[in-house]
């Protein structure tokens, strides 16, 4: 019975070993998807950032193409005044031309800001596209170093499964049975030692004549408080 347990102790040790590689594979895999959403994150503001600059410069063209509808109006009032009768109409030419030209004056001084915001889109967009660039770098650098590791990790995880499979075919099929059924119950291992009368597995004191049982070795113990596997394992 020493040896088979011995055996359960190393395949439980190999199964171990396995579900902590594949915590670091998802853990590899969930890195080198919050990278990617940083990445998309990056693109998504330079997306918002480049329509709110196409939309400055569409509101400068528009008020660019204000200002020369104006002027053209202005133009043909001026050649009207040559033409008119009477100083009313004369009169109200001239204030017409005046409203325009006012008017004309508001829309560049607006257009005037909107250069200004306009420059501060630009540069501030070009310090985006840079600071993407180096992202971008940094990223896929990232994602070899994740990509080389997680590919390690995977080819392990098969050596592992694949000596557990050895392992396993050394247990007798009703003792794999209860090693299976002790695993499935408790998120802990399975197999435990108890040292002197305490069970590892849950810090109980175990009955003494039990603890005397287990270091003969003569048949398979279970915990009576967590239902574990248990042997026998010396204080030194």
Not at 60 to 79: A, F, L, P, W
Not at 133 to 143: D, N
Not at 173 to 185: H, N, P, V
Request: one cysteine or more.
């Amino acid at each position: 019975m020493k040896e088979q347990i011995e055996t359960l102790v190393k395949l439980q040790g190999i199964e171990t070993d396995a579900s902590r590689i594949q915590v670091l594979i998802d853990q590899l895999v969930r890195k080198a998807e919050n990278l990617e959403t940083e990445l998309k994150t990056a693109e998504q503001a330079i997306e918002q950032d480049t329509a709110s600059l196409e939309e400055l410069r569409k509101a400068y063209r528009s008020q660019e193409s204000d200002v020369k509808i104006n002027n053209d109006t202005v133009k043909k009032n001026q050649e009207r005044l040559l033409t008119v009768k009477t100083n009313k109409e004369y009169q109200a030419l001239l204030k017409g031309i005046d409203e325009i030209k006012r008017r004309n004056s508001r829309i560049e001084d607006e257009m005037l800001a909107l250069i200004e915001q306009i420059e501060a889109a630009e540069k501030g967009l070009q310090q985006q596209n840079e600071a993407y660039e180096r992202l971008k770098a940094r990223i896929q650098t990232e994602k070899k170093s994740l990509q080389s590791e997680s590919e390690q990790s995977r080819q392990r995880l098969v050596e592992l499964g694949q000596e557990r499979d050895r392992v396993a075919a050394e247990v007798p099929k009703d003792l794999m049975r209860k090693y299976e059924t002790a695993r499935k119950q408790d998120s802990g291992p399975a197999v435990v030692p108890v040292r002197g009368t305490v069970c590892e597995g849950c810090n109980m004191n175990i009955p003494p004549q039990m603890s005397n049982e287990l270091r003969r070795f003569e048949d398979l113990k279970f915990c009576p408080f967590c239902n574990r596997i248990i042997y026998w394992e010396s204080l030194e």
